[in-house]
Nanobody, 125 residues
Framework: QVQLVESGGGSVQSGGSLRLSCVVS????????IGWFRQAPGKGREGSAC????????YYANSMKGRFTISRDNTKSTVYLQMGSLKPDDTAVYYC??????????????????WGQGTQVTVSS
């Protein structure tokens, strides 16, 4: 059973930064591609970025490039999403998810099999 636990959400003003963390079950961490997604009220789940299980390659949605950075710390079984230059449109519940290695480079939510409970990010103007 893969377990993912997000943390680091909160409230921030426009232009601010936040770092989200996703702790993954230790014994499965090195197998899965990990992705970050978000879901704003009334909208579908949108992929932000993913990171590969082997060499740490990264992939971003076009709208996130330059503002968000995904990284992983294998010693802590943790994947991070550093978010900068936040805007009110970034307000959403942010989820991390685990998918098979082959889904790297894809940010369709239905390709990811295991999900965390989400963490709220609120950006005020």
């Amino acid at each position: 059973q893969v377990q993912l636990v997000e943390s680091g959400g909160g409230s921030v003003q426009s232009g601010g930064s936040l770092r989200l963390s996703c702790v993954v079950s230790r014994y499965t961490f090195n197998y899965y591609t990990i992705g970050w997604f978000r879901q704003a009220p009334g909208k579908g789940r949108e992929g932000s970025a993913c990171i590969s299980n082997d060499d740490g390659s990264t992939y971003y949605a076009n709208s996130m490039k330059g503002r968000f950075t995904i990284s992983r710390d294998n010693t802590k079984s943790t994947v991070y999403l550093q978010m900068g230059s936040l805007k009110p449109d970034d307000t959403a519940v942010y989820y991390c998810a685990a998918g098979a290695p082959g889904v790297f480079g894809q940010l369709e939510a239905n390709l990811y099999d295991h999900w965390g409970q989400g963490t709220q990010v609120t950006v005020s103007s």
